[in-house]
C-alpha cells in the first residue's frame, strides 16, 4: 500500500513553509474587533486541527485587555501593535502561561522596538517550524544564530521551538487518524 507518510504531507509542508507577516507588511490602520478577529484567523488557523476552536475569540481578547496583558483598544479599535502581541500570544499560549507570555514580550519590548522584536520573533517561529517539520535537523537552527545570543534570545527561541514540536504532535496524530479511514 503505497500511503504517504506525515513528513511528506500537504499539511506538514504547508506547516514547514508558513511565514507570518512582518511588522512593515501589517496593516498600517486601526481594527474593529470583528476585522481583528479575522485577521488573527488567517494568521493562525493554519495550527489548528480542523473542527478545532479558533486560536483566538473576542472574549479571551477582551480577557487580556481586562488582565491588562495588552493594552485597550482605542474607541474600539485596535491598532498594529494589538495585531502583534495578539499573534504572539495565539502562538505562544499553547506552551506556556499568558504571565509568562506576558513577560516575553515586554522583556523583548524593553530591549527592542517593536518592529526589531516582532520580526525577529517571526524568523526565530518560522526556522523552528522549518526544523522541525522538515527532517527534524536541529543543528541547522545552531547554524543561523542571531548575532548576539542573549538569554532573552534563547528563550524566544525555545517557546517556538516548543511550539512547533507541539504543533508537529498534533497535526501528526491528526493525519494518522485521517489516514486510517
Known amino acids: 500500500m503505497g500511503s504517504i507518510n506525515f513528513e511528506n504531507s500537504e499539511i506538514s509542508k504547508r506547516i514547514a513553509n508558513y511565514r507570518l507577516p512582518r511588522y512593515d507588511e501589517l496593516m498600517k490602520f486601526d481594527l474593529f474587533m470583528n476585522q481583528l478577529t479575522d485577521i488573527l484567523d488567517e494568521y493562525l488557523s493554519p495550527f489548528l486541527i ?29 491598532s498594529r501593535k ?23 514580550i515586554s522583556k523583548q519590548i524593553e530591549e527592542y522596538p517593536i518592529d526589531i522584536a516582532y520580526n525577529y520573533f517571526c524568523n526565530e517561529l518560522e526556522k ?10 536541529f543543528s541547522e537552527i545552531e547554524k543561523t544564530q542571531p548575532t548576539k545570543v542573549t538569554p532573552l534570545s534563547r528563550k524566544i527561541r525555545s517557546a517556538v521551538l516548543s511550539f512547533a514540536n507541539k504543533i508537529y504532535v498534533k497535526q501528526s496524530i491528526y493525519f494518522d487518524k485521517t489516514q486510517q479511514k
Open 50 to 78: 480542523p473542527g478545532e476552536a479558533k486560536a483566538l475569540t473576542p472574549s479571551m481578547i477582551n480577557n487580556y485587555v481586562f488582565k491588562q496583558v495588552i493594552l485597550p483598544p482605542d474607541q474600539k479599535k485596535y
Open 128 to 137: 523552528a517550524l522549518r526544523v522541525v517539520f522538515e527532517g527534524r535537523d
Open 82 to 104: 494589538h495585531v502583534i502581541h495578539l499573534l504572539v500570544i495565539g502562538i505562544l499560549k499553547q506552551v506556556l502561561s499568558l504571565s509568562d507570555i506576558a513577560e516575553l
